[in-house]
Every structure is written in structure tokens, then in C-alpha cells.
Nanobody, 125 residues
Framework: VQLQASGGGLVQAGGSLRLSCAAS????????MGWFRQAPGKEREFVAA?????????HYADSVKGRFTISRDNAKNTVSLQMNSLEPEDTAVYYC??????????????????WGQGTQVTVSS
């Protein structure tokens, strides 16, 4: 599975960005797709995930709930992350990921096998 992320950029606080991730290869083997982010000097952290089936159940980090929305298009093998009300603390490299994590591992890096190259999101104050 290959993942290609796009849509990052520079935005002012309060603004919006939409990230997209296109998956190719044996995507049927991945039960979930998600987004993680890594800010300078910090460890990579979970942002959001969506299950491929099961009515597309979604999971969010507490820090982005109500501001970010993850969605997927199974027919196109894409996952998107709509980010609204962005804050300087959201500045990070955002990575899309795919895998088949069990429920308990949905928010863990170890639950995902495939990773995209990352896209930079910078929010200015």
C-alpha cells in the first residue's frame, strides 16, 4: 500500500485547511485509515481515524474534536481531514496512515502498517 498525502500549507489562526491522502495498492487489506502529526521537538501523536467499513466510525484526539473532521471515500481509496478553527498548536507535519488496528489500538502508531510521506501544516498566530 502506498499513501500520498497532500493539502498542507500556511494558514492564519482561525483558518481552515483540508488534507487528502490517496491510497494505492492492496488497500482492501487495510481496515482503517488515520492521521497523525508530529510537531517540532515532540513525538508523533494521533489526530483522527476512520474505519473503512462499519458505517465509517470515526475517532478523534481530544485536542481536535469539534474542529477536525475525517472522512473517507472507499471507491476512490482516499481519506480527507478537514481542519477548521486552526490554532498555532496545530502546527506539525501531518502523516496519513493505513492499517487494521483493533479498537484498543486505533489511536496508536503501532496499529498502523503503512505511512505516507507527511505534509507540513503551519498555523501562524
Amino acid at each position: 500500500v502506498q499513501l500520498q498525502a497532500s493539502g498542507g500549507g500556511l494558514v492564519q489562526a482561525g483558518g481552515s485547511l483540508r488534507l487528502s491522502c490517496a491510497a494505492s495498492g492492496h488497500t482492501f487489506s487495510s481496515r482503517a485509515m488515520g492521521w497523525f502529526r508530529q510537531a517540532p521537538g515532540k513525538e508523533r501523536e494521533f489526530v483522527a481515524a476512520v474505519v473503512k467499513w462499519s458505517a465509517g466510525s470515526t475517532h478523534y484526539a481530544d485536542s481536535v474534536k469539534g474542529r477536525f473532521t475525517i472522512s473517507r471515500d472507499n471507491a476512490k481509496n482516499t481519506v480527507s481531514l478537514q481542519m477548521n478553527s486552526l490554532e498555532p498548536e496545530d502546527t506539525a507535519v501531518y502523516y496519513c496512515a493505513a492499517g487494521s488496528p483493533i479498537q484498543a489500538m486505533m489511536k496508536l502508531e503501532s496499529g498502523y502498517v503503512y505511512w505516507g510521506q507527511g505534509t507540513q501544516v503551519t498555523v501562524s498566530s
